[in-house]
């Protein structure tokens, strides 16, 4: 029998209601940079990392024993070593979270703390802690909108990697990314497509789309790729695809409607609809969707959704789902159809 099986419900409830210790704990490991020096330069001494990051021995002593016990470092005599685990929170890994720790810290971690709010008025906690939309306070903070950036970007290398393996683009020869942000998402399309004639178009607001033209340029995607600035709930550009990864959860249904609703009225006959998302399970079981929902109805007031919620969210916008793909990830693909 675990550990597990025979600990009494307070002492797993007490666990449980200290996760929030062990989350900050690491953000902050992570913003200090001590999984960094481990992963690059190998074990050392608490007293030697204390010097290297400004930060008072004692306390990360403390700290770094904290998390020790769920992995994330070992002791090796007098000095202290990075696991596999932890070696995700160093920048210099090729698979870094570093970028989701520290951004979850700032981005996320306080406004979170308003939830009870959220749950006695179905206001974003995030309006009551900042005082205006979460994505008008990125927008306004310069700090604020580089973390989300960052934490977007490893989002795409990590934790979406994948997505888009095997999958092949229905015909269509204009694609259109809405929400596109730096062009990641469309980049990775049409380098896995096998038709070199196929052109896109990355749309974002005026201030987020700029940041594609160089990744698009990176790739060779120049001449093939053009972006377009413009808002989604007002108006988008037409073509043959369009896709929306990980866009429709930012919103509530009514928002998403309205998003959909741009789409269709801006979609010539036969155009599809590719949508990007995780599918909440209908049951128990766990599942990533169910953490990031507690995120959206904090942060945006959108909502991660069931399969069937977004089948029926794509009818009331005029689009047929034709077909949904699974992924190596925990997102799916939406494949729709403007009759």
Do not use: C
């Not at 994330?72 to 090729?94: M, N, Q």
């Not at 204009?174 to 990775?188: F, P, S």
């Not at 794509?314 to 799916?332: C, K, N, Y």
């Amino acid at each position: 029998m675990s550990d597990e099986e025979v600990q009494p419900p307070t002492v797993v409830m007490a666990q449980l209601l200290d996760g929030f210790l062990l989350s900050q704990a690491l953000f902050v490991l992570a913003e200090a940079g001590i999984a960094t020096i481990l992963d690059e330069e190998g074990p050392q001494t608490v007293a030697a990392l204390a010097e290297r990051t400004g930060s008072d021995a004692g306390v990360l002593a403390r700290l770094i024993r904290s998390v020790t016990p769920h992995g994330v470092f070992r002791t090796e005599g007098d000095k202290v070593a990075v696991t596999a685990l932890g070696a995700t929170l160093s920048e210099s890994h090729p698979q870094s979270l570093h970028g989701i720790a520290v951004g979850g810290m700032h981005l996320h971690y306080r406004a979170v703390a308003e939830l009870g709010h959220t749950l006695k008025t179905g206001e974003s906690a995030a309006l009551k802690y900042f005082g205006k939309p979460y994505f008008d306070q990125v927008a306004t903070d310069p700090a604020m909108a580089a973390l989300f950036g960052r934490a977007m970007a490893v989002f795409s290398r990590t934790l979406r990697a994948g997505t888009f393996d095997g999958y092949r683009l229905p015909d269509g020869e204009l694609i259109a990314d809405l929400g596109g942000g730096d062009g990641t998402v469309l980049t990775e399309l049409l380098r896995l497509d096998d038709r070199p004639d196929r052109r896109g178009i990355v749309f974002d607001l005026p201030g987020v789309v700029e940041s594609a033209r160089a990744v698009l340029a990176a790739a060779g995607l120049a001449d093939r790729v053009e972006t377009v600035a413009g808002n989604f709930f007002d108006e988008v550009p037409s073509a043959d695809i369009y896709v929306l990864s990980w866009i429709l959860h930012d919103w509530s249904d009514e928002e998403a409607l309205r998003i959909l609703r741009s789409v269709r009225a801006a979609a010539p006959a036969g155009a599809r609809l590719i949508v990007v998302e995780q599918a909440v399970p209908e049951g128990d079981e766990p599942h990533p969707a169910k953490h990031m929902d507690l995120v959206m109805v904090s942060l945006l007031g959108g909502k991660e959704r069931t399969g069937s919620e977004y089948r029926a969210l794509l009818a009331e916008a005029g689009f047929a789902v034709e077909r949904v793909v699974a992924t190596s990830t925990p997102l799916v693909i939406f494949e729709s159809v403007a009759p």
